[in-house]
T-cell receptor
Framework: TQLLEQSPQFLSIQEGENLTVYCNSS?????LQWYRQEPGEGPVLLVT?????EVKKLKRLTFQFGDARKDSSLHITAAQPGDTGLYLC?????????FGKGTRLHILP | DAGVIQSPRHEVTEMGQEVTLRCKPI?????LFWYRQTMMRGLELLIY????????DSGMPEDRFSAKMPNASFSTLKIQPSEPRDSAVYFC?????????????FGPGTRLTVL
C-alpha cells in the first residue's frame, strides 16, 4: 500500500491551461514537501508546508496543505512548457522521508 | 557551488558483476541519503547516514546491497552480485539537517542497467 497517493499519474494539457494535482494519505504528517524532477536530473524542492490549511505561492504555483494535514494540492495557473516534469510529494514517517510515485506532467506548446 | 556529485552517470553491466556507485555530498551537509527510482516503485529510500554513521538501512533490499561512508565527503553504494532487477536510477542526496524540515539536495543520479 502506497502511503502517499498522487493523482493523476499522468497529465497532458495545452499551454495556458490551469491544472491541479493531488497528494493524499490516510496518515497525518507534520510537514509535506513538493519536488519537481526533470528528465535526467534529480528532484528539486519546490516548497515545504507545515501548518494545516497553509497556502504557499511560488509564482504561478499554489500549494495547499489540508486542514487535517493528510493531503495537499498543487495548482498551476497558465501552464507553460517549462512546467513539464515529474511532480513528487514527500512526507515524513518514522523519521524518514517517504515519496509518492508522482504526477508526470506534460505541457504542450 | 558544486551540488551533489555522482559517478558514473550511466553504468551497463552483466548479471553477476559487482557495481559500485559513488557520491560526493555538498560540503557541510550532515545527512546523506541513497535512493532508488523505478517506474513501478517510484523513489525509495535505501539507506541514510548522519555524520558518516549509517542510521537506517531498512530500505536496503537484500544482502547484495551495501553502503559505506568513510568520510564526510564520500559515500559508495555497492551491489554484489548484480541482478537484472537491480536496474534503476540510483540517487544520492544530502541535507544540512534532519530531513523532516530540511531540503534534500539530489545528485543527477546513476542509471544502472544490468543485462
Amino acid at each position: 500500500t502506497q502511503l502517499l497517493e498522487q493523482s493523476p499519474q499522468f497529465l497532458s494539457i495545452q499551454e495556458g491551461e490551469n491544472l491541479t494535482v493531488y497528494c493524499n494519505s490516510s496518515s497525518v504528517f507534520s510537514s509535506l514537501q513538493w519536488y519537481r524532477q526533470e528528465p535526467g536530473e534529480g528532484p528539486v524542492l519546490l516548497v515545504t508546508v507545515v501548518t494545516g490549511g497553509e497556502v504557499k505561492k511560488l509564482k504561478r504555483l499554489t500549494f495547499q496543505f489540508g486542514d487535517a494535514r493528510k493531503d495537499s494540492s498543487l495548482h498551476i495557473t497558465a501552464a507553460q512548457p517549462g512546467d513539464t516534469g515529474l511532480y513528487l510529494c514527500a512526507a515524513n514517517r518514522d523519521d524518514k522521508i517517504i515519496f509518492g510515485k508522482g504526477t508526470r506532467l506534460h505541457i504542450l506548446p | 557551488d558544486a551540488g551533489v556529485i555522482q559517478s558514473p552517470r550511466h553504468e551497463v553491466t552483466e548479471m553477476g558483476q559487482e557495481v559500485t556507485l559513488r557520491c560526493k555530498p555538498i560540503s557541510g551537509h550532515d545527512y546523506l541519503f541513497w535512493y532508488r527510482q523505478t517506474m513501478m516503485r517510484g523513489l525509495e529510500l535505501l539507506i541514510y547516514f548522519n555524520n558518516n554513521v549509517p542510521i537506517d538501512d531498512s530500505g536496503m533490499p537484500e544482502d547484495r546491497f551495501s553502503a559505506k561512508m568513510p568520510n564526510a565527503s564520500f559515500s559508495t553504494l555497492k551491489i554484489q552480485p548484480s541482478e537484472p532487477r537491480d536496474s534503476a536510477v540510483y540517487f544520492c542526496a544530502s541535507s544540512p539537517g534532519r530531513a523532516t524540515y530540511n531540503e534534500q539536495f539530489f545528485g543527477p543520479g546513476t542509471r544502472l542497467t544490468v543485462l
